[in-house]
């Protein structure tokens, strides 16, 4: 009792068939196209994230050398590092060697 499959089953299959080779491939190259734009978004902003770590190495050698301050006194450092204290920053001496 094995009829052979009819032509219209046959082409319904095989558009099925097509239509899913399509999405995958449209879907692959879309996805294909958004990393390459994500690699060109990261090395945009490498130099800035460079920019950003310098930066920051200066605000810490800055924020040290108030905080020693502070410790030895200096009414002028002591009053920078209050107010910082009060906004949530807190400054604290380089380590001694």
């Known amino acids: 009792m ?3 499959m009819s032509l219209g089953a046959f082409v319904i299959l ?3 068939i097509a239509t899913q080779a399509t999405q995958l491939y449209v879907t ?3 996805l294909r196209s958004e990393q390459a734009e994500v690699a060109v978004q990261f090395e945009q902003q490498t130099p800035q994230i460079d920019s950003a770590e310098e ?3 200066q605000f ?3 924020a040290g050398a108030v905080a020693a301050l502070a410790e030895q006194g ?3 450092a002591i009053g920078v590092k209050e107010e910082l ?4 920053v807190n400054l604290r001496a380089p380590a001694k060697e």
Do not use: E, F, S
């Open 60 to 62: 810490d050698g800055i």
């Open 28 to 30: 692959n190259r879309q």
């Open 2 to 4: 094995n009829q052979p």
């Open 55 to 57: 930066l920051r190495k």
């Open 85 to 88: 204290a009060a906004k949530g």
């Open 14 to 16: 095989l558009l099925v």
């Open 74 to 76: 200096n009414p002028n």
